[in-house]
Nanobody
């Protein structure tokens, strides 16, 4: 079965932390890269971070230093650790796999998506 399943979202106060998980089927986990995106109400989906099979990491500039992407090959899981959360981080968070190539933070460049997990940060 080809799927991505996100979890770990929830409600947190400003300044708090969350860890999101994305469990991928073996076919998708073997992707060269897996990425996290987010979409807030009324806004376009935007790239948050990406990680390659070789361990390379890329981050949206505004999240570097607060967010950390990692992967556990034994569990077919990619994580997103989020710290110092603020209200602007409130969004649905998605993981994506099987890039078509091109710029990683453009949603159109990814073939497979999970159903998303909601993160709500209250001030």
């Amino acid at each position: 079965q080809v799927q991505l399943v996100e979890s770990g979202g929830g409600s947190v106060q400003a300044g708090g932390s969350l860890r999101l998980s994305c469990v991928a089927s073996s076919y998708l986990y073997s992707s060269k890269c897996i990425a996290w995106f987010r979409q807030a109400p009324g806004k376009e989906r935007e790239g948050v971070a990406a990680i390659s099979t070789g361990g390379g990491r890329w981050y949206r500039a505004s999240m570097k230093g607060r967010f950390t992407i990692s992967r556990d090959n034994a569990k077919n899981t990619v994580y997103l650790d989020m710290n110092s959360l603020n209200s602007e981080d409130t969004a649905m968070y998605y993981c994506a796999a099987k890039s078509r190539g091109g710029v990683w933070y453009w949603p159109v460049n990814w073939n497979y998506w999970g159903q998303g997990t909601q993160v709500t940060v209250s001030s």
